[in-house]
């Protein structure tokens, strides 16, 4: 038996983090879809997103996940950093969810790991390891 015929396998949600993000910030920004679709440009390569896809995003119909290009002229639009954005659509469109609490320090620390090279990240996972305190330690 295939994991979706599996009748004791809960029904995966339907996802809406990116939309719910995109919706809320126009509706905090005071804006129509026409105005903040104007504004969505990628400041790098001039891609634009339409209109009629910001409207299909918000009312929940589908859509194609955006690429970079288009997160960064949303970011643009929304007046937010595009590590925000990337981390809704990855939840939304991936169910990838994003690195929940820790400090915005920890948050930059892991978002640059993957320039290290995997040698030195082995070495720094062992410096961590002996510097953390054990979960039963923690207060």
Known sequence: MAAKDDPTREPEQHRTQFADLIRTRRVELNEGLTPFAERAVDPRSGVRVTRGWIYRLESGESVIPPKVEELRALAAAARLPLETLQDAAAAQFFGVDPLVGGSGEAKAYVRKLDRIPAEQRERLL???????????EKM
């Open 126 to 136: 062992s410096l961590i390891d002996s510097l953390a305190l054990p979960d039963d």
